[in-house]
Structure formats: structure tokens, C-alpha cells
């Protein structure tokens, strides 16, 4: 009999605001140890939390991106636990009224299906610091430059049946956060963290027993925690055993998950309504600022794309998988007025390049202006598309503009048909027995050997001569 | 000096009578003085008092001074003091010495006041007698082998003993009206919200409210103009306009409408503390006022509610202090776990564990709703009491505390004993309203206290109604023997 296998994730979005959630110390990654933690992020005796308005504004803008209900009056909680990276000895959360209620998103399968997969809630909450227990000498290093940083934690219903759908998900997710520009997204550094519930029951049957995984920070890794947790339940099932409730923490090293504390061994958390805050009310005034900027979402852009400019549904889901790269794409329209032609160059030249080099687009060396000009020599047929990759590799190493290379390097293509007629005599007056050979062949096999002709023409032009005035002159001459 | 109020000793400090080093090292040598056998104060700051003495005192030949300028004062020691320790009365603070100003000492050092120094409490202010001290019990001024009441028990006697002019105190169930009560003081607790708690380190936080012990309610006007009012700071303080709280003592209180709660004078009272208290009724009736019997159906269940809201709120406001970054840290931590029990197990004392541990039970898995969330809808109860009865009355009157001080000791093992000394004070902190305790006749020779209630921001009101009943009586005048 199958296994069907049911994931939840709990995401948690570091929100892009400038300070913290209960104070006023910076959010920037990467500064010494304890040089971003003010007063209230240390939890001095006689600290009290002031809430950021511009975290809520951005939970407001995630309610609206996932079509979610608004909590109108939202409430944050004390979770309490005793941890040496959390100052106060609990971590100021929300529990029963979180700022956003059950949303969903739609998700674009890669056999062209959809699916809808139920956001339950996403509340507000402030990140812990972290203990480091390298280079200590036996003792742990807290550094509380991240405690207080602003997360959004977006918890899903239990909709997805496999890892893939569980990555299509995250990945959507990420992709709206991004959009909205309310978090970075930036795995590597934290800000944009996926733990994943995983259960197996047969079909038809109630949930089984789930256990929580921790410690992922690719969306590969995702796929492959939850595969590798999958077959584990199975196998501990078939085999006559039972799942325990339990966090288990993916090592991707081993490529397994590992047991890290049982649901015995959980804490109780003890929530309460914080006393230091007031509740938070939403009225339509600030609803209306905090959506007033609202971008275009990514599926509506990616549709929009399809009607506008006449591109396949992949290449639409591919060029809006990013704010800046469907920014990119339309900037990059503009300059050059191809639609179909800059869409082929983003997802052939400009993502081959950024992923040999692991660059984002942001990062790209060649921005979308300084591309438009190279795609506008194409158009007006100043070269050929095959010489503007030679071009645009130039551009990638920073030797300037397209026109400033095309004329260094004197790659303008030869229009001249004087000039090109002289080539094409070269040519023919070199390959005799060809010539011969193809005059005498029938109109099926002369369509092939004309090839030979043209690629000798563009050899001998150092391929800067016209294709089309090319095969115009030898099919005349010929 | 020492007997001046505060609108006097502005008075004499303008006029050049005595300059602020001068009055400053007046109270110092009373500190030294007196306060071996009182032990009020926990830190004398000799030396900042000084130079904020002069300081003020250019201030005041500058012609910049504010009614407060130069006038000395003391903060009880659960307000945190940029570069002075701030132990809360606790063996887990005593290394402990603020990187920072609280909001209302900030307040006084803009207006010039002079800080003598932290006054003495209950460690975390938790407790009625001023015995839970890691410093020792603060005795009476009035008597030695009694108590002073607390948890700003320390404010009190220093202020009843002419140590300082007054001091600012902070009041979660009573712990500025009931040692008001106890010392012979007058001790005002504002509006929840009215004062910032920013830097007042928490016992419980939706109680908290920080206020001032004095000898009049004219002083109290000076201290809570300094005090109170919006702090970006505190969530929880009010955006409510602050009003001129001197300005206001002398309004005509003629046709003033009194209630007294039927359940405020029951069994548990002394008959002499009720009979004191009936006198001063009485004497506001000779004023103008008009007295009812009005009730406060859910009294009864004040105590049994605070001592799960407080606890639970002090469980999780005293985590914090777990050995890593300030305080007590035990000595060679085996792990982690040790390094928690050990230095928690030492930093606090035993009323402390004992309320964390209330509390920490009430917030469990399974017993959140049958006593955290029981607790606040009772809560609302209480104060749906007190808004029927500001709906009849102005002001609620009744005793402070239910006797007079006790003796050193006297309650010390038995806790509910001692909870009860402020059963009719507590329920004033659940609803959030602003209360002054006064003194009227005492009972053999030890004072008594009466507690007037007023509705929400109606501190001005209170002073009012306090201050004129100190001009046509001299009960607040009265002075402990030897001081």
C-alpha cells in the first residue's frame, strides 16, 4: 500500500525594517559581536519594549500579498524559556491574536497544474541572539546583535503531499516577501528561515504522527531534509515502530535528520498577554499607508507578461521569479523595444553568466540600460546576434559600452554588398568542386548545401557580414 | 531645615536664606546621623549630592530654577541611577550599577533636584514590612521595633525621620499608601500609566506605577508635577495632558461627595484605625462634603487575584536575571543548568522564589485558564465596582491599611497574614486608579491612615481634597520623637 506523505512549514522572515523590533539599535548583518545591542535588546533590569510601526506595516502588506484575513486587534505574548542568547527569558511573540490571519497562496506546478496551499497565520515576533560555541575554550560567546531583529513567522496549513511541493511553496513565499519588499530573503545569513513538519499516513487516514525539522538553510536541502525524513518514518513504520514527536535537526553534511529534543522534553512556554505592550489595533488608516505601495504581485505580473508581451508561460514564471529580474526584464524592454528577443537574452546569455559567476541579478555587471544597447546594434542590424555574444561577454568583463567595443573591436557588420560580393567571388572561386556539386543536385539537396557556402562567407568576414545579404548574393550567383 | 516643605525650601533657596550644598549637608549629617538604627537608605551618593547641589545652585543664581531646583530627595532603589548601584533590595543586584537612567530620575536631575541617594525595600518589592530586604528591615521612626510597612519602606521612614524632604517610591499593591500609612506620611499612588516605568525595575508590570512619599499633599503636587506625564519610552504610560497639580490644591471642596465602601470598615479592621478614619470623615463633612455608603461587591476576591496576576507577571519579569550578563552569577558553574539554579537559588531570597513560584504555576500548561485567565476577568469585576461608584461619588474613602505598624517579626512566617495588611489597597492597582494615603489621629501614638480613591487622572483632585483637609487639621504635622 502507498504512503502519503503531509508537510507544513513554519517560515520565518527576517523583516527588512532599519532597527529592531522593541528598540531602536540597528538591524545590519555582520557587525562585531554585541556592537548592535542596546539596552532593551541586553534586557536590562527596567528595559521596556516600544513597538516598531514599521513591522506592522510590512505584516499589514504580507496580509494583503496572501489575501489574508487582518487581525484588527492583534496581541503579543510572552513566550518564556530559559536560553543564554535570550536576554529577557522569554521572547516577546504573538499567540492567540496574531496580526495576520488565514491567507493562502497559489502555486504554479511544473507540469502546469496548480495548487492552493493555506496559510493558517503569520505573526509578528523578535529573533533570539546566538550562542557560539567554537573558539570559546569550553564556554559559549553569546552575541545579542540579532536579538530583537523583527520576524515575521508564516505558518502554513498542512497542504503539501511531497517535498517538491513543499519547495514550491517556500519558494513562493520567498519570492512574495521579496516582492513586497519586506525581507531580503537571504538564506545564507538567516533572513529567511523554513522549518518543515512532516507526517506519512495512508491515504484516507488521519494525520500521523509529525516531527518538526529544524536547521535548513537552502531550498535544496529542503527538499532533501524532508525526502530523507519521509523514507525514515516509513521505514521505522513498516517495520512495525512508531514516529515520535520530536524536533529533529538536519545535518547536510550526513544528508539526515538527527533527534534534538522530544516532545517530553519540550518546554512549557507559559504564554501570557505581554503587560509592556498594548494591544495593536488596526484601523483603515493604516492599512491604507501601509498597502499604498503595494506592488504588482508576482502572479499577476507573471500573467500580465504572457498577454503583454507574447511570452510562454515558462519563460513569464521565470523572468518574474524576482522583483529585480522582472524589473530588469522590463527595463531592458524598454531600451531595446524587443520583447521576445530580450527575454531570450535574460534567461540564454545574462542567467548563464550570473550563475557561472553565483551572482543575483542585482549584482549583475551589466545592467539592463548598457544590455538594451547591445540588443538595439542587434535590431538595427549594426551586428548579428552572434557577434553581440562576443560582445556582450566583453561588456561582462567591463571593457565598456556595446557601441564603444563594437568600434574598438571593429565587429560593425559588413552591409556593404560591394564588399560582401567580393567575399562571396572569393569564395566560390575557391571551392570549385562544390560549386560544381551543387549545381548539380536537385532544389531538396541545394537547400542543405548553401550552408557550406554561407558559413565560408561569414569565416572569411570574421562573421561581421550580413546572413541575409549573404544567402541573397550565393543563391543568386550560384 | 529639615521640617520645611518643599514650597518653603524653594522659598528660602531663592531668597539666598541657604544655598543647596548648604540644605544637602544638612540632610547628609541627618543620614549619618540617624540612619545607623533606621536603615533606610541601601546608597548614600555624598559626593554626586554635592555637586548636584552646586550645580543647582548656580541654577538658582542663574535665575533658572524650577520649583525643585536644588531641593534634595531620595529614589527608592528599584529606580535604576546612571553609574550608581540599583540592587531592587536584592542579594542578585547588589554588583548591579545602571548604565542608565530611569524615566523619573532623569525628570528630577533635569529639574535640578539633588539625589541623596536609593532608599531601602522589600527585595523586588515584594513585601509589606520592609523584612524581605537582602540589606536588612527598615525600622519605624515611630517605633523602632516596628516595621514601616512596604515595599517602599525605606522612602518612608527616611522621609518620616527628616532624612530627605521626600522620595519617590513605586506602588504595585500598596507599597506607597500602605507605608504612607504606617510612618505618619502622605503617599500617592498615580493613575496606572500616569508615571513611566521606563527604568523602574519590574515586579509586576500592569501594576507597577511609580509615585511619592511626603509630608503633605502639597509637596506631593511638587514631586508628581516632576513625575508625571507621556514617555515615548513606555508603551504603557498616558497620552493624557498632565495637569498643574499645585494650582489645583486650593479648590473649594464644598459639595464634594464622598462614598464609603461597606466592605472597607468589616471584621478585619482595627476598631481604632475605623474610628480615626471615621474622624476624618467626619472632619471633611465640616468642610462641605457629603458622605454615602456605597458598595464594592467584589473586595473580597482583591487578594486572592493579585496573588496570581503578580506572581504570574513577576515570574516572567525576574527570568531575566539568570547570572549571564548582570548580577549574582554563582561561583564555578559546573553547565549551563547549574549556572541558573545555583545563581537564582542564591541571588533571591525566599519570598521572592516563593512568589516566582506562584506565578510560574499559574501560567502552567493546564492551569493558564482556572487562574491566570479567572484572575483577569475578576480583574474587570473590580474595576466594573469602581466605575459604579464613581457613577454616584467622587472620591472613595476608607482605611489604608487595617492596623496600625506591626512589630519586627510579627508576620513575617506567615505569608497570607502579611498579604492582608493591604487588602484594601490592592484592589486599587487591578483597576488601574490613582489613590493617596493621608494621615489622620493615630492610635497610640503611632499614626494611621486614611485612603482616598479617586476616579482615573483625577490626581489632581485627590491632592485637593488631601490638601485640604491638612489646612484645617495638623494630623500631618505630627513628628516621630527624636527626629
Redesign the interface.
Given at each position: 500500500m502507498n504512503w502519503e506523505t503531509v508537510i507544513g512549514l513554519e517560515i520565518h522572515a527576517q523583516l527588512a525594517t532599519k532597527s529592531k523590533i522593541f528598540s531602536g539599535a540597528s538591524t545590519a548583518f555582520g557587525a562585531a559581536p554585541n556592537t548592535q545591542a542596546c539596552?532593551v535588546d541586553?534586557?536590562?533590569?527596567?528595559?521596556?519594549?516600544?513597538?516598531n510601526r514599521g513591522a506592522v506595516l510590512m505584516a499589514i502588506k504580507f496580509a494583503a500579498a496572501i489575501d489574508a484575513e487582518l487581525g484588527r486587534r492583534s496581541v503579543f505574548a510572552?513566550k518564556?524559556y530559559?536560553y543564554?542568547d535570550l536576554?529577557?527569558?522569554?521572547q516577546i511573540s504573538q499567540f492567540e491574536l496574531p496580526i495576520v490571519g488565514r491567507g493562502r497562496v497559489e502555486l504554479l506546478l511544473e507540469n502546469g497544474d496548480t495548487r492552493t496551499i493555506g496559510v493558517t497565520r503569520a505573526h509578528l515576533e523578535e529573533d533570539a541572539g546566538k550562542s557560539l560555541h567554537q573558539d570559546f575554550h569550553g564556554m559559549?560567546g553569546?552575541d545579542l546583535n540579532r536579538a530583537g531583529t523583527p520576524l515575521l513567522e508564516i505558518v502554513s496549513e498542512p497542504d503539501m503531499r511531497s517535498a517538491r511541493e513543499a519547495v514550491a511553496y517556500a519558494r513562493k513565499i520567498h519570492q512574495i516577501v521579496q516582492y513586497i519588499g519586506i525581507c531580503d530573503g537571504n538564506m545564507q545569513e538567516g533572513s529567511f528561515r523554513v522549518d518543515a513538519n512532516v507526517s506519512v499516513r495512508r491515504p484516507g487516514e488521519e494525520l500521523g504522527t509529525r516531527t518538526e525539522l529544524k536547521n535548513i538553510n537552502s531550498f535544496r536541502f529542503l527538499e532533501r531534509a524532508i525526502n530523507f525524513e519521509v523514507e525514515r518514518q516509513i521505514e521505522l513504520l513498516e517495520s512495525g515502530g512508531r514516529v515520535v514527536q520530536e524536533t529533529r535537526l538536519y545535518d547536510a553534511d550526513r544528508d539526515e535528520t538527527r533527534s534534538m529534543r522530544t516532545k517530553e522534553e519540550a518546554n512549557?512556554y507559559?504564554?501570557?498577554p505581554d503587560?509592556?505592550?498594548?494591544p495593536v489595533e488596526l484601523d483603515d488608516a493604516l492599512i491604507a499607508e501601509a498597502t499604498a505601495d503595494m506592488p504588482e504581485l508576482p502572479d499577476a505580473r507573471r500573467q500580465r507578461f504572457c498577454d503583454q508581451y507574447g511570452l510562454g508561460a515558462a519563460d513569464a514564471q521565470q523572468l518574474t521569479a524576482s522583483r529585480a529580474l522582472a524589473d530588469y526584464y522590463e527595463q531592458l524592454v524598454a531600451v531595446c523595444g524587443e520583447a521576445k528577443m530580450a527575454a531570450n537574452w535574460i534567461v540564454g546569455e545574462l542567467s548563464g553568466a550570473l550563475n557561472r559567476e553565483g551572482l543575483a541579478i542585482e549584482q549583475s555587471p551589466v545592467d539592463a540600460g548598457a544590455l538594451g544597447g547591445l540588443l538595439q546594434r542587434v535590431v538595427d542590424n549594426t551586428i548579428s546576434g552572434k557577434i553581440a555574444k562576443q560582445v556582450f561577454e566583453a561588456m561582462w568583463q567591463g571593457e565598456g559600452t556595446a557601441d564603444a567595443i563594437i568600434e574598438a573591436r571593429g565587429l560593425k557588420q559588413i552591409t556593404d554588398s560591394g564588399a560582401i560580393e567580393r567575399i562571396v567571388d572569393q569564395v566560390l572561386a575557391d571551392n570549385p568542386e562544390q560549386v560544381a556539386n551543387y549545381r548539380a543536385a536537385d532544389e531538396k539537396k541545394r537547400a542543405k548545401m548553401i550552408g557550406f557556402f554561407v558559413g565560408q562567407v561569414m569565416k572569411a568576414s570574421k562573421g561581421k557580414a550580413n546572413p541575409q545579404q549573404v544567402n541573397q548574393l550565393l543563391r543568386g550567383k550560384l | 531645615m529639615h521640617d520645611k516643605s518643599i514650597r518653603q525650601l524653594a522659598a528660602s533657596l531663592r531668597a539666598g536664606e541657604f544655598s543647596s550644598v548648604e540644605l544637602t549637608r544638612w540632610f547628609l549629617d541627618r543620614i549619618r546621623e540617624f540612619d545607623g538604627r533606621l536603615n533606610s537608605f541601601i546608597t548614600v551618593t555624598e559626593e554626586q549630592a554635592l555637586e548636584q547641589a552646586a550645580a543647582a545652585d548656580a541654577r538658582i543664581a542663574a535665575g533658572d530654577a524650577t520649583p525643585m531646583t536644588g531641593i534634595p530627595i531620595a529614589h527608592k532603589d528599584i529606580?535604576?541611577t546612571d553609574g550608581i548601584r540599583?540592587s531592587?533590595g536584592s542579594r542578585m543586584?547588589d554588583n548591579?550599577v545602571?548604565?542608565?537612567d530611569?524615566t523619573v530620575v532623569a525628570r528630577f536631575r533635569q529639574a535640578g533636584a539633588v539625589l541623596l541617594g536609593k532608599t531601602n525595600m522589600d527585595e523586588f518589592a515584594m513585601g509589606s514590612s520592609n523584612e524581605t530586604s537582602w540589606y536588612g528591615p527598615v525600622r519605624n521612626p515611630w517605633d523602632p521595633e516596628r516595621v514601616p510597612g512596604g515595599s517602599s519602606g525605606g522612602s518612608a521612614a527616611a522621609v518620616a525621620a527628616r532624612l530627605c524632604p521626600a522620595a519617590t517610591g513605586t506602588d504595585t499593591g500598596g507599597s506607597i499608601r500602605q507605608p504612607a500609612a504606617l510612618c505618619g506620611l502622605t503617599g500617592l499612588k498615580p493613575t496606572y500609566g500616569r508615571v513611566s516605568?521606563?527604568?523602574?525595575?519590574?515586579f509586576?508590570?500592569?501594576l507597577d506605577q511609580g509615585g511619592a512619599l511626603t509630608r503633605s499633599a502639597e509637596d506631593a503636587a511638587h514631586m508628581l508635577q516632576v513625575m508625571a506625564g507621556f514617555d515615548?519610552?513606555?508603551?504603557?504610560s498616558g497620552q493624557e495632558p498632565v495637569d498643574d497639580y499645585p494650582a489645583a490644591l486650593e479648590g473649594d471642596i464644598g459639595g464634594l461627595r464622598i462614598g464609603l465602601p461597606k466592605e472597607y470598615f468589616d471584621d478585619g479592621l482595627d476598631p481604632a484605625v475605623a474610628a480615626s478614619v471615621r474622624d476624618a470623615v467626619a472632619e471633611y463633612e465640616r468642610l462641605g462634603a457629603t458622605v454615602r455608603e456605597i458598595e464594592l461587591p467584589n473586595s473580597h476576591l482583591a487578594v486572592p487575584t493579585y496573588y496570581v496576576v503578580a506572581p504570574?507577571?513577576c515570574?516572567?519579569n525576574?527570568?531575566?536575571?539568570?547570572g549571564?550578563?548582570?548580577g549574582h552569577r554563582c561561583d564555578d558553574p559546573r553547565d549551563?543548568e547549574d549556572l541558573?539554579k545555583r545563581s537564582r537559588a542564591e541571588g533571591f531570597g525566599a519570598e521572592v522564589k516563593r512568589r516566582i513560584l506562584i506565578g510560574?504555576y499559574a501560567?502552567?500548561?493546564g492551569y493558564?485558564d482556572a487562574y491566570?485567565l479567572k484572575a483577569q476577568q475578576i480583574r474587570h469585576l473590580i474595576s466594573d465596582d469602581f466605575r459604579r461608584a464613581f457613577e454616584q461619588v467622587d472620591v472613595i474613602m476608607g482605611p489604608t491599611a487595617p492596623s496600625v505598624a506591626f512589630g519586627l517579626g510579627e508576620k513575617a512566617d506567615d505569608p497570607v497574614t502579611m498579604y492582608l495588611s493591604d487588602i484594601y489597597t490592592i484592589a486599587v492597582n487591578l483597576a488601574g486608579l490613582p489613590g493617596i494615603s493621608i494621615p489622620v489621629a493615630p492610635v497610640n501614638g503611632l499614626p494611621v491612615g486614611l485612603q482616598i480613591i479617586g476616579d482615573y487622572h483625577q490626581e489632581a483632585r485627590l491632592l485637593n481634597v488631601a490638601h485640604r483637609l491638612q489646612q484645617a487639621t495638623d494630623w500631618h504635622l505630627a513628628t516621630p520623637a527624636g527626629y
Open positions: 539596552a541586553l534586557g536590562l533590569p527596567g528595559v521596556l519594549p516600544v513597538l510572552r518564556n530559559f543564554p536576554p529577557k527569558g522569554y559559549t553569546v512549557d507559559r504564554y501570557f503587560p509592556d505592550l498594548l | 529606580f535604576c540599583t531592587c543586584l548591579f545602571a548604565p542608565y530611569a516605568r521606563y527604568g523602574m525595575i519590574a509586576a508590570s500592569s515615548p519610552r513606555d508603551s504603557t504570574a507577571e515570574s516572567s525576574l527570568a531575566r536575571f539568570d549571564v550578563r548582570f549551563l541558573y510560574t501560567l502552567s500548561a493558564y491566570y
